[in-house]
């Protein structure tokens, strides 16, 4: 059964486990999701949960939106994301979603917002090696030829070649990771291994879509 949890990234730290190594940790504080939308393959053709976390002002709510909420007749919140489901959900709109839904061991999938680094070069951006420094050259940070020389009117620069652009900002899924601790009293998270966007950024924490392979696939055998 697919599920999934929306979060709010804390910050790293580290935690020892029972064999008393140490284990480098993201803490998540996922307060109470609330359900604000049940979707059904009858209504509207697939199957899925929309959840909200965070407080936000009336005020601060667009009427499209306040209206979404007062038909759901449920407060506003901050933030929305929708988790697709294999089946009808048993939860209903008004529901809410706590963090012992995870257990300890368990591997999710955690998506979030990257950091953005504004403008970069393609050395920053995409690993470049730079050019010569000695004197006289003129190509020391420049990405290169952009592609093949046509004869007539110029060529092109394809779709897709890795050029200068603004980097960072962008929708980033890290999968196959293990949760290392929960804990249920002050609704945290603690998910092994760094985890993408900044500190407070909202994040959405769901149980693996890839498990990782086993043992003997990865051995060949």
Same mark, same amino acid.
């Given at each position: ?41 009858? %209504?509207? =053709? ?5 959840? @909200?976390?965070? !407080?936000? *002002?009336? $005020? #601060? ?83 290169? %030829?952009? =592609? ?5 009117? @110029?060529?092109? !620069?394809? *779709?897709? $070649? #890795? ?59």
């Amino acid at each position: 059964m697919a599920k999934g949890l929306l979060g709010k990234k804390i910050g790293m730290t580290q935690i020892f486990a029972s064999d008393g190594k140490v284990v480098p940790v993201t803490v998540v504080e996922a307060s109470p999701n609330l359900i604000t939308q049940v979707k059904s393959l009858e %209504s509207d =053709g697939y199957n899925a949960l929309q959840i @909200g976390m965070g !407080v936000v *002002k009336d $005020k #601060k709510v667009s009427k499209p939106q306040k209206g979404h909420f007062d038909k759901a007749n449920v407060k506003p919140v901050k933030f929305l994301r929708e988790l697709r489901l294999a089946s009808a959900p048993e939860q209903k709109v008004g529901d809410t979603l706590t963090v012992d839904i995870f257990a300890e061991g368990e591997i999710v999938d955690v998506i979030g917002t990257s950091k953005g680094k504004g403008f970069a070069g393609t050395i920053k951006r995409h690993n470049f090696s730079r050019g010569p420094m000695k004197h006289g050259s003129k190509s020391h940070r420049e990405p290169g %030829s952009m =592609g093949p020389r046509i004869s007539g009117g @110029g060529g092109k !620069v394809f *779709k897709g $070649k #890795k050029l200068p652009g603004r980097m960072g900002g962008e929708r980033v899924t890290v999968q196959c990771l293990t949760v290392a601790r929960v804990d249920v009293e002050r609704n945290l998270i603690l998910i092994k291994g760094a985890i993408p966007g900044p500190k407070n950024g909202a994040v959405l924490i769901r149980n693996t879509v890839k498990p990782p392979k086993t043992a003997a696939v990865k051995s060949g055998k």
